[in-house]
């Protein structure tokens, strides 16, 4: 089975821009959440979507939105793009609640 | 707020040898996960062990196995056999039962590398 897929794999902004960044899940997971990286700190989650509802928010300004489709890919939509958004944004997949979340390479945004 | 500290922001280990990376958590929870996860320079956040913290037993995967002490809040990873493939950043993570949602908190992580 194919793991977890986004794109792009990098992707080069300016300030005040607009970036969506895309997630397919693996295939049957019906849950995707969306983790900013820093370059050399740890994920930090900024949201969850189970079913095509967001299920849950971390702290993360309204700039930061997302959904999920109907074949539970996903799209994280940032706007207003600062300097300090420029991150890995991780996805990662799972198929129910208690079970665990297998992430992706990941797309590596660079603000200007 | 539950937080997890990771107190060696790097480790060296020679290969074929043992290391141990240290993780301490802070919750009020009694039922939770916490996880290693491995993140080679290719990125890819890669799990490496999972314990419930319902389970006394430490749990282990291959050469990998984890010292779980649930009243000091402590959850060590102990790499037996170092390979070079081990070379990578170690994140420790916590993730609470009862949150309706999937909220994962990581640790700022350990960079182990493995000298030949």
């Known amino acids: 089975d194919a793991g977890v897929t986004q794109s792009p794999t990098h992707l080069i902004k300016t300030r005040g821009q607009h970036v969506t960044l895309r997630c397919s899940p693996i295939s049957g997971h019906k849950s995707v959440s969306w983790y900013q990286q820093v370059l050399g700190q740890g994920p930090q989650f900024i949201f969850q979507?189970?079913?095509?509802?967001?299920?849950g928010r971390g702290n993360f300004p309204d700039r930061f939105s997302a959904r999920q489709f109907p074949n539970y890919s996903s799209e994280l939509n940032v706007n207003a793009l600062l300097l300090g958004d420029s991150a890995l944004y991780l996805c990662?997949?799972?198929?129910?609640?208690?079970?665990?979340?297998?992430f992706g390479p990941g797309t590596r945004l660079l603000v200007l | 707020a539950q937080t997890v500290t990771q107190s060696q922001p790097e480790m060296s280990v020679q290969e074929a040898e043992t290391v141990t990376l240290s993780c301490t958590y802070d919750t009020s929870e009694s039922d939770y996960y916490l996880f290693w996860y491995k993140q080679p320079p290719s990125r890819q956040m890669i799990l490496v062990i999972r314990?419930?913290?319902?389970?006394?037993q430490n749990a282990t995967e291959n050469r990998f196995s984890v010292n779980f002490q649930k009243a000091a809040k402590s959850f060590s990873l102990k790499i037996s056999d170092s390979q070079l493939g081990d070379a990578a950043m170690y994140f420790c993570a916590y993730r609470s039962v009862k949150t309706s949602y999937d909220k994962v908190i990581f640790g700022p992580g350990t960079s182990l590398s493995v000298i030949p």
């Open positions: 990662a997949s799972r198929r129910g609640q208690q079970e665990t979340q297998y």
């Open positions: 979507y189970y079913e095509k509802e967001e299920r």
């Open positions: 314990q419930e913290a319902y389970k006394q």
